[in-house]
């Protein structure tokens, strides 16, 4: 099928959907809600069609116009002017279709599950993963988005060595699930008195979050630990068994959580940590993009495995998967310019994907 033939196709699949919503005959709810949001997708699309043949309909009039002897010269200008300007718009109406029918990751419109480990570097690393967690939560804020820690170990002085957040909203990991990997800073830290510059890593992975629909999880698969929850330093922070450990057997993946003093509720998030681990695995696995393993996705926290570098004496932050360095350093840690390297990596994406296609 050439590219005309499949505009054809969704046009006329656009059409069927809005006679068959407008005709009454639907009985079944769900049934309608499947068309309605089949039709929402493809609405764009049809306009942007309707675009494209707009434009090339008139330059083909156009050219007519343009080769009648019988045109005046003042018309004849005007249009070729017009004509010109069309031939420019168009080749770039076809690409913009070709990106849309490009096939979307199922996941995209899906919430995620953030995880911030601290990596090589000890104190700085943790101190730096806090950044990092901060300048998800600020972009999310950006967003609209909803952005709830499930649980994080703090370090006495402001860290952290681990943490998970939810992040809920439109297109939540459309646009974070680029962020995976280590990110590298470069910088003098607090306690550093020789103001020498010290590099550290930290590891970021998105996960999409999993409904139950999505990963069904046997009882008999999990062993459930529970214990004691503990604090930084050690120290107890209630004396009750509420933390909890899920073992999920088949996989070998492990989850703990502590930060609610009910061990219901800890469970109850442990299990949607699982859920969006066995998911992203599982999804790694049947595109073979990253290894099965869900650590290759962000590596062992080294500095030399980075996707971006974060250098303060320099207020710049290099995205090294493709190249681009902004001078925003600040901004983009507020959450403000990440944008800027999500737009360039999505755009990247859409680049390699058509590539592929074509």
């Known amino acids: 099928m050439n590219f005309d033939e499949r505009l054809n196709q969704i046009v006329a699949r656009h059409s069927e959907l809005s006679n068959l919503m407008a005709s009454g005959d639907i009985i079944d709810s769900d049934e309608f809600v499947k068309m309605s949001k089949e039709f929402a997708e493809i609405d764009p699309v049809v ?24 045109t005046d010269a003042e018309m004849k200008e005007l249009a070729e002017g017009e004509f010109h300007s069309l031939t420019d718009r ?24 953030l995880e911030v480990r601290a990596g090589t570097g000890g104190d700085e690393a943790a101190l730096f993963a806090s950044d990092l967690l901060r300048m998800y939560q600020r972009f999310a804020d950006k967003h609209g988005w909803r952005f709830e820690i499930m649980n994080a170990s703090d370090t006495e002085i402001g860290g952290v060595k681990e943490a ?64 004691r929850a503990q604090g930084a330093g050690g120290q107890h922070v209630n004396t009750t068994d509420s933390a909890v450990r899920i073992t999920h057997i088949p996989t070998g993946i ?14 109850a998030k442990a299990l949607k940590i699982l859920r969006a681990r066995i998911y992203d695995a599982e999804r790694e696995a049947q595109a073979d993009a990253r290894a099965q393993d869900r650590r290759n996705q962000v590596g062992s926290g080294d500095r030399s ?51 592929e296609v074509t």
Not at 47 to 70: K, M, P, T, W, Y
Not at 254 to 267: A, I, L, M, P
Request: proline share 3%; no cysteine; net charge negative.
């Open 47 to 70: 306009a942007s069609i309707v675009e494209l043949r707009n434009a090339q309909n008139e330059a083909g009039d156009l050219a007519e116009l343009i080769a009648d002897g019988e």
């Open 305 to 355: 495995e980075r996707i971006r570098t974060y250098n303060f004496p320099q207020g710049r932050v290099s995205d090294h998967r493709i190249n681009l360095t902004l001078h925003k350093l600040d901004k983009v840690l507020e959450g403000e310019a990440l944008d800027e390297i999500v737009d360039a990596l999505t755009a990247e994406d859409q680049v390699r994907k058509l590539a």
């Open 164 to 227: 998970a957040a939810e992040i809920s909203g439109k297109g939540v990991f459309a646009r974070l699930k680029y962020e995976s990997g280590v990110h590298r800073v470069q910088r003098i830290p607090e306690t550093e008195s020789g103001g020498r510059i010290h590099t550290s890593a930290a590891t970021v992975a998105v996960l999409p979050e999993a409904e139950e629909v999505d990963v069904v999880i046997e009882e008999k698969d999990l062993r459930i630990d529970t214990y």
């Open 254 to 267: 492990v989850v703990q959580q502590q930060d609610e003093k009910s061990q219901h509720k800890n469970r």
């Open 90 to 113: 168009i080749p770039e109406l076809e690409k913009q279709l070709q990106v849309m029918l490009l096939p979307r990751d199922a996941a995209d419109d899906k919430n995620a599950i």
